[in-house]
């Protein structure tokens, strides 16, 4: 079955700064890759995803990119605000297989 | 809209208890999903229900009880749980089953049992 390995664990970068955060998936099928932001308190936010016929995806300060050779995709924050500090979960799915999370990592964006 | 919404927020219940927690969404999504989740971890799906129908059951214990009454609606029934059942419960729904379809989470039940 697909396995999804996610780093780094904790992340903690300047306001203005970037952060990157980064998967690996080991099902070549796989085809389906959101990514979820999850406040303290509150239920996980569909905030970008990206599908294998696509390389890159942007919305506003947030971009995805797959590479579907090395079966790695990032999640990429510009210009970082406090109010960016959650947990992200990255996922992946061939379709018609369950979502795969990865553990998570701990964004804290100082102020 | 992409609202799912959940009630209670917070439930606390001891092991003899039967309690049911409730999803609602109005977004005409067809697939709805029973999500658990433990402190620091990622979710873990639960159930799925496709069209009314429930289509996969990931080997939840028998005092986790899904029901979906319509569409719109989706309960989680529970009985005799253990202390160990405690945990963030979650509800999501996506247009159709397949998913690869976007899944919209709700804010979840913080379920203590006692």
């Known amino acids: 079955g697909e396995n999804v390995e996610q780093h780094p664990s904790t992340l903690s970068v300047q306001e203005g700064d970037s952060a990157v955060i980064k998967c690996t998936y080991s099902?070549?099928?796989?085809?389906?890759f959101p990514w979820y932001k999850q406040e303290l308190g509150k239920g996980p936010q569909l905030i970008i995803d990206?599908?294998?016929?696509?390389g890159e995806k942007k919305d506003q300060r947030i971009a995805v990119t797959l590479n579907k050779t090395a079966k790695h995709f990032s999640l990429h924050i510009t210009e970082t605000q406090p109010e960016d500090s959650a947990v992200y979960f990255c996922?992946?799915?061939?379709?018609?297989?369950?979502?795969?999370f990865g553990k998570g990592t701990r964004l804290s964006v100082i102020a | 809209d992409t609202e799912v919404t959940q009630t209670p927020k917070h439930l606390v219940m001891g092991m003899t208890n039967k309690k049911s927690l409730k999803c609602e969404q109005h977004?005409?999504?067809?697939?709805m999903y029973w999500y658990k989740q433990k402190a620091k971890k990622p979710p873990e799906l639960m159930f799925v229900?496709?069209?009314?129908?429930?289509?996969i059951n990931e080997s939840v214990p028998s005092r986790f009880s899904p029901e979906c009454p319509n569409s719109s609606l989706l309960n989680l029934h529970l009985h005799a749980l253990q202390p160990e059942d405690s945990a963030l419960y979650l509800c999501?729904?996506?247009?159709?089953?397949?998913?690869?379809?976007?899944?919209?989470f709700g804010p979840g039940t913080r379920l203590t049992v006692t």
């Open positions: 999501a729904s996506s247009q159709d089953s397949g998913y690869a379809y976007e899944q919209y």
């Open positions: 099902d070549s099928a796989s085809n389906y």
């Open positions: 990206i599908r294998s016929n696509v």
């Open positions: 996922a992946a799915s061939e379709g018609n297989t369950p979502l795969v």
């Open positions: 977004m005409g999504h067809r697939a």
């Open positions: 229900y496709s069209y009314e129908k429930l289509s």
